[in-house]
């Protein structure tokens, strides 16, 4: 009979010694993964995981005209942007409208020859640039085609960080 529960306890001493093994193992592993998970946390909380930190500026217009550049000032609630014409031929009336800007009339060019660039300085209402924040808007561009008289307008976007 000793020899069956010193076989049993034997048995029993190797099962606890492999499940303090498995435990300690489980419990490490634990700690780190809880540690990381903080770190995440945290880093989600102020704001590294945001969004706006990864946002490309861009502007994008359909064949026909370049988007050369652009800028967002917050400051003067202005949008300046520099248009090139690679329609083939000369546009007339050239005009840019985006939401929350144009106040009065939008910015216009008489004549803009085939090649040649523009700057249009688009004023804003008041809160529509917010420094620090994203801008997204469509970007409308209305010309007359000087051969042929005949009005058109193209759609674009625009997207950027407020300076």
Known sequence: MDKIFKDAKIKIDKMLRKAQAAMDFLMSYSWAILVVLIAMAALSYFGFFSPDNFLASK??????FDCVDFSLDGENNLII???RNRLGFDAQSVAVYLKGCNILVGPQIDSL????QAYFIIPCAEGTLIR???YASDLNVTYVNWDI?????IQGIIIGRVD
């Open 81 to 83: 942007l520099i248009l």
């Open 149 to 153: 008289g005949t009005t058109h307008k």
């Open 113 to 116: 020859p085939n090649g040649a």
């Open 132 to 134: 620090g924040f994203k």
């Open 59 to 64: 502007c994008k217009l359909p064949t026909g």
